[in-house]
Structures are given as structure tokens and as C-alpha cells.
């Protein structure tokens, strides 16, 4: 079975702060991609990240950074100096070869408090 | 930039009327998806387009229909609105093929069934 687990259903932080927000996921298939989509207030869900499971490199852009882990299923967002505009609901996603969908976690709300 | 468009932000109807939800996309993708997004449960799968006139169920396709006549245009169809209808729908597109590629999500359209 494939699975995404965000465990995490809310987080606070205060602005400034770092804040790591977890990703666990569930397959069997060796070749499958792992996604990260940020929701603001507005709705649309914006690409952040796409990472295959052949690349472990971590990766930064500005004050983010993404944690890939195949031994742990792990595939963790980090965001530095985290700032007001950062909060939203951020999801975790999963797609596996041989398949048009993907498995979505059921997000993670973040709100940085000024 | 890839741009969905859902064509309204917010609805408001009534049980047992027939409901239209349009999302057109600009970039010429053939495969074309509807979420229904719930607190707590993510987004689930409703349908899936993967070319004009070509649609296949997803994990949650009761109660709904889908048609699409032109490339650019998914709609999707609550023959008989229930209260239980009441959610967040997202339309999203990509460019067909692989499990790699990047879905695009239009900003949403939440409706309330009263």
C-alpha cells in the first residue's frame, strides 16, 4: 500500500524562529517522486519541490530546505527564519511509476505568529 | 507560467440542485484532475482526465460525474447536490505521462450545499 503521513496537524511558531515540518512515506516501488505544495489563505496549492528516489542530495532554496531520507521513508521541510508569510497548509505528496495519481498527506498547517 | 482557472470562487446551493464546476488550463496539458479537499483528509482523487473525452474514477467518484469536451476545460457535475457535497474543490493539470510530472492546481472553489 502507498501512504503519505503528515503527523503533524498544526504548528505555532513565533516568527524568526526554524520549523521542521515531517513527511512520512509508504511504498514499495524503487522508482517514485515526492513532492512538497504550499496552500496560503488563497487556496491554490503552489509546487514547491519534486525529488525522485534516486537522488538523496539535499536540497536549499533561500530558506528552505528539504531533507530527503530513503532509510527512514522521511522526506522533511525545513524552513529558516521562518516569517509571517510562511503560514499556510503545507502537503506532502507521493507518485509512483505506472501510476497517473498521487497519495497526498493530509497537510500540515503552519502559523507564524508576528 | 502554467495557469488553471476555476471559474468561481465560492458557491452557494441547494440540496438537489445540479452543480457545474469549470476549470480551464492555458498550457495545453492533457491530463486533467479533480480533488475534493476536506479538513483532516487531504485531497482526494474524485476524477481524472487523461485526454479529451477520456476519464477515469478516482478514489472518491460518488455522487459526481466529469466531462471533457475540449482540451482546455474539465468540468466537473454534482447531479443532485447534497449537504455532504460541501467542500473545497481543486481542479489541477500536468503534462501527460509520468509519474514525475509536476501537477499545476487551480486556486479552488469552495462550495457550501445547504
Known amino acids: 500500500a502507498q501512504k503519505v503521513t503528515q503527523a503533524q496537524t498544526e504548528i505555532s511558531v513565533v516568527e524568526k524562529e526554524d520549523v521542521t515540518l515531517d513527511c512520512v512515506y509508504e511504498?514499495?516501488?524503487?522508482?517514485?517522486?515526492l513532492f512538497w505544495y504550499k496552500q496560503p489563505p488563497s487556496g491554490e496549492l503552489v509546487f514547491l519541490i519534486r525529488?525522485?528516489?534516486?537522488?538523496?542530495q539535499n536540497e536549499i532554496s533561500g530558506r528552505y530546505s528539504w531533507n530527503f531520507q530513503k532509510s527512514t521513508s522521511s522526506f522533511n521541510f525545513t524552513i529558516t527564519a521562518s516569517q509571517v508569510v510562511d503560514s499556510a497548509v503545507y502537503f506532502c505528496?507521493?507518485?509512483?511509476?505506472?501510476?497517473?495519481?498521487?497519495?497526498f498527506g493530509t497537510g500540515t498547517r503552519l502559523k507564524v505568529l508576528a | 507560467d502554467v495557469k488553471v482557472t476555476q471559474s468561481s470562487r465560492y458557491l452557494v446551493k441547494r440540496t438537489g440542485e445540479k452543480v457545474f464546476l469549470e476549470c480551464v488550463q492555458d498550457?495545453?496539458?492533457?491530463?486533467m484532475f479533480w480533488y475534493r479537499q476536506d479538513p483532516g483528509l487531504g485531497l482526494r482523487l474524485i476524477y481524472f482526465?487523461?485526454?479529451?473525452?477520456?476519464?477515469e474514477k478516482g478514489d472518491i467518484p460518488e455522487g459526481y460525474s466529469v466531462s471533457r469536451e475540449k482540451k482546455e476545460r474539465f468540468s466537473l457535475i454534482l447531479e443532485s447536490a447534497s449537504t455532504n457535497q460541501t467542500s473545497m474543490y481543486l481542479c489541477?493539470?500536468?503534462?501527460?505521462?509520468?509519474?514525475?510530472?509536476?501537477?499545476?492546481f487551480g486556486a479552488g472553489t469552495r462550495l457550501s450545499v445547504l
Open positions: 511504498t514499495r516501488d524503487t522508482t517514485y517522486y
Open positions: 505528496a507521493l507518485s509512483t511509476s505506472g501510476t497517473y495519481k498521487y497519495i
Open positions: 498550457m495545453d496539458h492533457e491530463n
Open positions: 525529488r525522485n528516489s534516486f537522488d538523496e
Open positions: 482526465s487523461y485526454d479529451v473525452k477520456m476519464k
Open positions: 489541477a493539470s500536468r503534462v501527460a505521462g509520468v509519474a514525475k510530472n509536476i501537477q499545476y
